[in-house]
């Protein structure tokens, strides 16, 4: 069974950097064609991918966030990061991460439970 | 980016009717669209993948269809249990883009 959950700060000043964690069982990033990615969703908003870490470090970012996004994995701990730099207001999203299912393209079919991330002084 | 189009944004419909949702994609994405449910407070779901593949448990009354550029998703007889927020998906070409959702009421 997969699973993966996120968590992080709640709160988050503007400028600072936002730092998640997507922790996961089930697969494994070893494997080859697996993949994590994020997504976001503000409220009342359809969500948004932001990036992709593949099993051999290939990574890929939404074009107008690639200067503030990182992506990175630790196959010892079966987790995967993200990073976003100079946090916004307009930033305050749930923030997902998700399972690329294997030999089906970018296809992400399990989710996490999202974290609930809030920019504001 | 490939853009995609939903509609309708609210849909009203009582339990038993057929209800259909349609995405439009701005250029081909062959058959790499999926459909998601989601409800308040939740994750979203993946109902259906590749156009028209039903998930593992997911109710055959939701008929996934189209290919191309024009796509839609069907619910054969509607249940209370389908009340949520319903998404299109595109995984053609990153970056993967949605669709703006349907929220269906009862």
């Known amino acids: 069974q997969i699973t993966l959950k996120e968590s992080g700060p709640t709160l988050v000043q503007p400028t600072q950097t936002l730092t998640l964690t997507c922790a996961f069982s089930g697969f494994s990033l070893r494997t080859t064609g697996a993949g994590v990615s994020w997504f976001r969703q503000s409220p009342g908003k359809a969500p948004e991918w932001l990036a992709l870490i593949y099993w051999d470090d290939d990574k890929r970012y939404k074009s107008s966030l690639k200067t503030r996004l990182t992506i990175t994995k630790d196959t010892s701990k079966d987790q995967v990061l993200l990073t976003m730099t100079d946090m916004d207001p307009v930033d305050s999203a749930t923030y997902y991460c998700?399972?690329?299912?294997?030999?089906?393209?970018?296809?992400?079919?399990?989710w996490g439970q999202g974290t609930l991330v809030t920019v504001s002084s | 980016d490939i853009l995609v189009t939903q509609s309708p944004s609210s849909l009203s419909a009582s339990l038993g009717d057929r209800v259909t949702i349609t995405c439009q994609a701005s250029q081909d994405t062959s058959h790499f669209l999926n459909w998601f449910q989601q409800k308040p407070g939740k994750a979203p779901k993946l109902l259906i993948s590749d156009a028209s593949k039903l998930e593992m448990g997911v109710p055959s009354r939701f008929i996934g269809s189209g290919s191309g550029t024009h796509f839609t998703l069907t619910i054969s007889s509607l249940q209370p249990e389908d009340i949520a927020t319903y998404y299109c998906?595109?995984?053609?070409?990153?970056?993967?883009?949605f669709g703006q959702g349907t929220r269906l009421e009862i």
């Open positions: 998700a399972h690329r299912r294997q030999g089906f393209g970018e296809l992400f079919d399990q």
């Open positions: 998906q595109q995984y053609d070409t990153l970056p993967i883009t």
